[in-house]
């Protein structure tokens, strides 16, 4: 069983910025594929970015030149940096690990970006 426990959300200004973590239990994290997911009130929930175990990296076409994942093995955690803050980001970000079909997900976090 994996834990995932997300921080770093919080309420920002269009073109802000603000920086999630998501920490990771167990001694497996450098093999998961990480990921960033999102979900706005009505809507499904999306993928943003991933990591794989490797640091190839993956984004959304929304976020493409704003949004940063990178990876920390040493410490268990995912980030996403994300610049340029739109209201359309506005929405619960969950942290994701997978590794083969198995899957986790973290509590979420949420992201309110509006003046």
């Known amino acids: 069983q994996v834990q995932l426990v997300e921080s770093g959300g919080g309420l920002v200004q269009p073109g802000g910025s603000l920086r999630l973590s998501c920490a990771a239990s167990?001694?497996?994290?450098?093999?998961?594929?990480m990921g960033w997911y999102r979900q706005a009130p009505g809507k499904q929930r999306d993928l943003v970015a991933t990591i794989t175990s490797g640091s190839s990296t993956n984004y959304a076409d929304s976020v493409k030149g704003r949004f940063t994942i990178s990876r920390d093995n040493a410490k268990n955690t995912v980030y996403l940096q994300m610049n340029s803050l739109k209201p359309e980001d506005t929405a619960v970000y969950y942290c994701n690990a997978r590794l083969g079909s198995g899957g986790y997900w973290g509590q979420g976090t949420q992201v309110t970006v509006s003046s």
């Open positions: 167990g001694s497996m994290f450098r093999l998961f594929v």
